[in-house]
Each structure stands twice: as structure tokens, then as C-alpha cells.
């Protein structure tokens, strides 16, 4: 499903690079989020934000700034690129869980090559 | 903050056999507990969920046990199938609709 989606798909770049991953969503969620997936880690949280106007940071945010552009786009930077940077990153929105609904809707991931 | 642990980060088992994976959290704060299942190449997607207020929650060939005294929360997969062959996250989440603290994941190998 194509409601959460995240531009590139794919991205091979050069250390000291500045680059932009973004997302958007037609979920109507307030919520959304940034992980990063690296083998035997799992999936560690870079940034959150709870509405427009609301940013924090999570456990691995160094190197890293977001944007919350309107309630429907969420940007993650890297001001200067760097190898260990090198992973799978994921969006993710949710529900302020009013609905009964409290699980995330992934996007379908950037992988990230820094080289 | 919450620190949730999963075992085993690998686990194979033969067709039609049951699963089981653990999972350990910290905070007895944390009221919400998800699971996500992520095939090769994919997103995570959600396949069961359950709140510290039920002990357990099934559906179908899939079943969650929480037990809040000792904060650990398991998954089980009855009767495998090969397309159960995929990671598995667990994750706990203080309060509804926030912050999720994710597991390692564990890769499962249902050989047929």
C-alpha cells in the first residue's frame, strides 16, 4: 500500500555529502517517525515527531536533522554523510491511538549507501 | 528509557512444528506491545498486538502470552507454513500511539 512512502527507494552517496530522505503520508496520522535498521540491531529510532510543530530527538539522532514540513511530510538529513551511516531507513507513522489503532504503518524503506 | 530484549535472534524449525520467540522489557510502564513480521526485501508489518491489560491474545495460528510480573511477552506460531519464514520484531511501547522500543528481531526458517 502506497500510504506511506518514502523517496528514494535506493541511494548510493559520498561521504561528506549532504542528503535528504523523505516521506509522506496519506494516512492522516499526526505521528511519524525514523528508524534505522541495521543487521543484528533491529530498528533504532532516530527522530519523532508528534505534530507540526513537535520534534525529538531519539536514541541515535548525532548526524542526523529532520524536517516536519506539514502534517503529512517528515525529512530526514544527513548534513554530511558517513559510512556507518550505510543502512535501511524506515518511516513510520501512527495514530494518536483514540481509534484503537496504536501500531505503526511502515513505509517501504530508502537503503542507504554512503561510500 | 525501556530496553526490550529478543531471543533467539535465530530460530528454524520444520514445517507444521510451533515457534516461539521471547522477548524481555524493562519499564513496567510500558503498556503496549506489538509484533512485526518483515519478509526479505519488505517493511515491517504488523501481525499482532496486545495491551498489559490481557494475558493473551490469539489469531488464528498466532498467539501473544504477556506476563506483566516477570515483563516478558512471547510470540507463538502454531502449525508453520514456509511463508512464515521472515524476521520478527517485538517491540513495547509506554502509553498508545508512541515512542516503540523494538527488539533485535529474530529470523525464522520454516523448512518444508
Known amino acids: 500500500d502506497a500510504d506511506v512512502t518514502q523517496t528514494p527507494r535506493n541511494r548510493i552517496t559520498k561521504t561528506g555529502k549532504r542528503i535528504m530522505l523523505e516521506c509522506s503520508q496519506t494516512k492522516g496520522h499526526d505521528r511519524m517517525y525514523w528508524y534505522r535498521q541495521d543487521p543484528g540491531l533491529g530498528l533504532r529510532l532516530i527522530y519523532y515527531s508528534f505534530d507540526v510543530k513537535d520534534i525529538n530527538k531519539g536514541e541515535i539522532s548525532d548526524g542526523y536533522s529532520v524536517s516536519r514540513q506539514a502534517q503529512a511530510k517528515f525529512s530526514l538529513s544527513l548534513e554530511s554523510a558517513i559510512p556507518n551511516q550505510t543502512a535501511l531507513y524506515f518511516c513510520?507513522?501512527?495514530?494518536?491511538?483514540?481509534?484503537?489503532?496504536?501500531?505503526?504503518?511502515f513505509g517501504s524503506g530508502t537503503r542507504l549507501t554512503v561510500v | 528509557g525501556e530496553n526490550v530484549e529478543q531471543h533467539p535472534s535465530t530460530l528454524s524449525v520444520q514445517e507444521g512444528d510451533s515457534a516461539v520467540i521471547k522477548c524481555t522489557y524493562s519499564?513496567?510502564?510500558?503498556?503496549?506491545f506489538p509484533w512485526y513480521k518483515q519478509e526479505l526485501g519488505k517493511r515491517p508489518q504488523l501481525i499482532i498486538d496486545i495491551r498489559s491489560n490481557v494475558g493473551e491474545k490469539k489469531d488464528q495460528r498466532i498467539a501473544v502470552t504477556l506476563n506483566k510480573t516477570a515483563k516478558h511477552f512471547s510470540l507463538h506460531i502454531t502449525e508453520t507454513q514456509p511463508e512464515d519464514s521472515a524476521v520478527y520484531f517485538c517491540a513495547a511501547s509506554i502509553g498508545f500511539g508512541g515512542q516503540f522500543y523494538f527488539g533485535t528481531g529474530t529470523s525464522l526458517t520454516v523448512i518444508p
Open positions: 513510520a507513522t501512527s495514530d494518536t491511538g483514540t481509534g484503537g489503532n496504536y501500531g505503526y504503518t
Open positions: 519499564d513496567s510502564a510500558s503498556n503496549y
